[in-house]
């Protein structure tokens, strides 16, 4: 299977409005957790990962750090929204709305110093690049100070103090992501203690998750679907603890697909490497895994390019009945749901 014969109605299904979750369980790793097998199915929780992996395994994390990139502003009388993707050439590539009032040139003020340049436009893409001007030059403290979380819009609520300690995992530290990953909000202190001591170890990758993972495949057809680029950093030190970790029959977990398409697009030609840069790897049924051999992660938007990763990875119709099990079954969805534990398919 590829691409070509593949459309968005082949990634679509109904979800009940009450099975999005708008706040966390706690603690975070008694969520529901689907294992997913041989084409069976087994109701879990995340605490129970110990017990689910082996000796030798390795989880391997994104350490991305989610930042204040939701920002409201005025524009000659008019309120924009703008939501931040990420660093381009000394200006942010963004999405604002309503885009289409805004001219070269114009101003956003956001706050007491703090405004953006409307510097370059791309409708095609749906950005614009904006030049953020803050006094002393401190973006990052302006963004602390008049940013916003950017909590996923089908909360459907504005995001308050809760989702600066939800919305953010326990091992954020790299500045960068405007969503989080979030298959590793179920992780706690007590949980990784309790998987170092059943020999299963741990490793991090950065991918700094961009505002294009909230956009919608447009495209009818996936062939014709451009992928958006994120900024991702795999280290010499996880490439060689995963080349370790499979020399020695160690299975690779990745934690989220963020951590999947970082691994794929560094392992590209058949073995982990080093790598740095930007990736824009569209993964979609009929791809071969080279690295990944386990995917924690949670539950996904129909018809989005995360549904379609996961059913590369374990099986369109294994996923399709994973997904019918969880909804009758009350598991929660989405970035505050619940996750599910993927073995290959075959």
């Given amino acids: 299977m590829n691409a070509t014969a593949l459309t968005l109605k082949d990634f679509d299904f109904d979800l009940p409005q009450d ?3 708008s706040r966390p369980i706690s603690p975070r790793d008694t969520a529901k957790l689907l294992v997913v097998k041989d084409g069976g199915l087994m109701d879990r929780q995340v605490c129970d ?51 289409k009032k805004l001219r070269l040139g114009d101003t956003i003020v956001f706050g007491k110093d703090f405004s953006a340049e409307v510097r ?24 602390a100070q008049y940013g916003h979380i950017p909590i996923p819009p089908y909360f459907n609520r504005e995001d308050d103090e809760q989702d600066k300690r939800d919305y953010q995992t326990i091992f954020a530290k790299s500045e960068g992501a405007v969503a989080a990953p979030t298959a ?15 020999g299963i170890d741990h490793a991090f990758v950065t991918l700094h998750v961009g505002a294009g993972t909230f956009a919608p495949v447009r495209a009818e057809k996936l062939s014709d679907h451009v992928m958006h680029a994120e900024w991702y950093d795999v280290s ?17 977990v990745a934690i989220g697909t963020t951590v999947a398409r970082s691994l794929e697009s560094a392992g590209s030609r058949g073995e982990i490497a080093a790598r740095q840069g930007e990736t824009q790897i569209f993964i979609t049924p009929g791809y071969s895994f080279k690295i990944v051999d386990i995917l924690f992660t949670n539950f996904h938007l129909p018809q989005s390019t995360l549904l379609m ?27 505050y749901g619940d996750a599910c534990l993927l073995f290959p398919g075959k």
């Fill in 49 to 99: 990962l110990p017990q689910l992996l082996r000796a030798g395994d390795l989880l391997v994390f994104n350490d991305t750090k989610v930042i204040p990139a939701r920002l409201i502003g005025d524009c000659n009388g008019r309120k924009i929204e703008v939501l931040l993707h990420r660093p381009s050439a000394g200006n942010w590539q963004a999405m604002a709305r309503p885009a």
């Fill in 120 to 143: 370059a436009k791309d409708p095609e893409q749906g950005f614009v690049y904006l030049r953020l001007l803050a006094k002393r030059d401190d973006i990052m403290g302006a963004l």
């Fill in 309 to 335: 990763l996961v059913s590369a990875f374990a099986g369109m119709e294994t996923i399709k009945n994973a997904y019918a099990h969880a909804i009758a079954n009350q598991y929660r969805f989405y970035s």
């Fill in 236 to 252: 010499p030190k996880t490439a060689d603890k995963i080349s370790e970790v499979k020399k020695n029959g160690g299975r690779v």
């Fill in 184 to 198: 590793g909000l179920h992780f706690t202190e007590s949980l990784l203690n309790n998987l170092k001591q059943s």
């Fill in 19 to 21: 099975r999005i979750a």
